[in-house]
């Protein structure tokens, strides 16, 4: 299994609150992604990193901000929560830029109250 | 925009063959993938085809290409109750960023 921690796993916040999401790799990979996982729509990326400091938008990325610092971290942050930001969070990672076989962590469950 | 559309749900016995469908929009796509997602987890790929291949087997499961109408489908033989889970059709193209993925498709494989 590709060596990817996310975490939290689990984290339960109010409306109105930052939040961030941390997304660590151990295989040395360039490419770094977040996505969101909801019912009926399936993976949508927010954001991702081709290199240390050099991140760009996916589709869904309004009201997120990433930083990536260092190779092996990559971060999710919610400036101020929203409910509409309840979502099943996932890193993944990549050797290669499309094609290839994106790696997954087991996700960052989120729920805004 | 691109788009990627499979049923959500399918349901069959232990030991039938199932089949999952896929339709993408993006002619450009390169790669098409296959992933599966068990209960609390990521997604792990299956399988994928390049876009000029009309199929692939790979032990229990087949991949069929239809390029012409855009369609993917996956066969698993010999269906067991390991397999249920979602699967998730996806789309790449090359040297870009765009991985599409389906919705996924929740299969129950009933005992």
């Known amino acids: 299994d590709a060596g990817i921690t996310q975490s939290p796993r689990h984290k339960v916040t109010e409306t109105g609150t930052p939040v961030t999401l941390r997304c660590h790799q151990t295989?040395?990979?360039?490419?770094m992604y977040w996505y969101r996982q909801d019912p009926g729509h399936g993976l949508r990326l927010i954001h991702y990193?081709?290199?240390?400091?050099?991140?760009d938008k996916g589709e869904v990325s309004d009201g997120y901000s990433v930083s990536r610092s260092k190779t092996e971290d990559f971060l999710l942050t919610l400036e101020s929560a929203t409910s509409s930001q309840t979502s099943v969070y996932f890193c993944?990672?990549?050797?290669?830029f499309g094609p290839g076989e994106l790696f997954f962590g087991e996700g960052s469950r989120l729920t805004v109250l | 925009g691109e788009d990627v559309e499979q049923s959500l749900f399918l349901s069959v016995r232990e030991g039938d063959s199932s089949v999952i469908n896929c339709t993408y929009t993006?002619?450009?796509?390169?790669?098409l993938y296959w992933y599966k997602q068990e209960p609390g987890a990521g997604l792990q790929l299956l399988t994928y085809?390049?876009?000029?291949?009309d199929m692939k087997q790979d032990q229990r499961l087949t991949v069929l290409l239809n390029k012409k109408d855009k369609h993917l489908s996956l066969r698993i033989a010999d269906t067991q109750t390991g397999d249920s889970a979602i699967y998730f059709c996806?789309?790449?193209?090359?040297?870009?960023?765009?991985?599409?993925f389906g919705t996924g498709t929740r299969l129950k494989v009933l005992a």
């Open positions: 993944a990672i990549s050797e290669s």
């Open positions: 295989e040395n990979h360039r490419y």
């Open positions: 990193s081709y290199g240390v400091k050099d991140t």
């Open positions: 993006d002619s450009s796509s390169t790669y």
């Open positions: 085809i390049f876009s000029n291949m």
């Open positions: 996806a789309e790449s193209t090359s040297g870009t960023y765009k991985y599409i």
